[in-house]
């Protein structure tokens, strides 16, 4: 397994954000983690990234517990965060922005070639390198968030809502940059409030609900599933 969560539970005060989370993706696989507003999706990322202490269980990365560890720790040992909301450095050029992704001693050295990636899968930002990120439109600055997360050279990218808020064809060149992502070998673990678009892209699929797995499966069977489209596709 490349990366192992086991009866998670996370809590902020009195608020029980995760509560007995359990999941498994291996190398290369592309997850993705549905669910309502609140349903603890963002939460169960940052326990994995080391944003938020976890109360209880276990996450193993490549066998390797992570909790405790700081979370540039966790980011040296291949785990690139891309939060919500997109948090790029707006008085930074596109460049800089990129280059503060590459701070593990291995991909500082290979920051160049990265860099190169980065504009391959992206080439709105190769047009706009020394352009101050704070001036890129909503899904330009999507993609620089994920850029900067690929810096970092990750054998698990993780995608807060990367759809949130963008126009259709922007999030079609945001999902078609994490599908080139993939088929690279980095595994994905997608979050998404747009089941559909989720279910589409991923191989399995873990649905939240108030802090704990309601239903998981291959992406496609739920999909099917009566009580999913019932419940969040309208249908
Ligand atoms: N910093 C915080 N302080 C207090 N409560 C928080 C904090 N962050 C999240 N919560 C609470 O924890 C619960 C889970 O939040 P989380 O952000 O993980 O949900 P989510 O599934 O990502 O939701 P969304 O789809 O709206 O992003 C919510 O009830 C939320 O109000
Ligand atoms: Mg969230």
Avoid: C, W
């Avoid at 559909?196 to 099917?224: H, I, K, M, W």
């Amino acid at each position: 397994m490349l990366l192992e969560l086991s009866n998670l539970s996370a809590s902020y005060g009195a608020v029980r954000a995760v509560q007995g989370v359990s999941l498994a993706m291996q190398a290369g696989e592309a997850v993705t983690i549905v669910g309502a507003n609140g349903a603890g999706k963002s939460t169960t990322l940052k326990s994995i990234s080391g944003l938020v202490r976890p109360q209880g269980g276990a996450i193993r990365f490549e066998g390797e517990e992570l909790v405790g560890r700081p979370a540039y720790r966790i980011a040296e040992l291949g785990i690139a965060h891309v939060p919500e909301g997109r948090r790029v450095f707006p008085d930074l050029t596109v460049r800089e922005n990129l280059n503060l992704g590459a701070y593990s001693k291995r991909a500082k050295g290979e920051r160049a070639a990265s860099m190169a990636q980065v504009f391959d899968l992206f080439p709105r930002l190769r047009e706009r390198a020394t352009q101050r990120a704070g001036t890129l439109s909503g899904g330009e600055q999507q993609m620089l968030a994920i850029g900067r997360g690929l810096m970092l050279r990750p054998k698990l990218i993780m995608l807060d809502e990367p759809s949130l808020g963008l126009a259709p064809i922007m999030v079609e060149a945001a999902y078609a940059g994490i599908e080139a992502i993939h088929r690279q070998g980095v595994a994905i673990l997608l979050v998404e409030q747009n089941l559909q678009l989720a279910l589409s892209f991923a191989d399995r699929g873990y649905v939240l609900e108030n802090g704990r797995v309601a239903l998981e499966g291959p992406a496609r069977d739920l999909l099917e599933n009566p009580t999913i489209k019932a419940s969040y596709l309208g249908m």
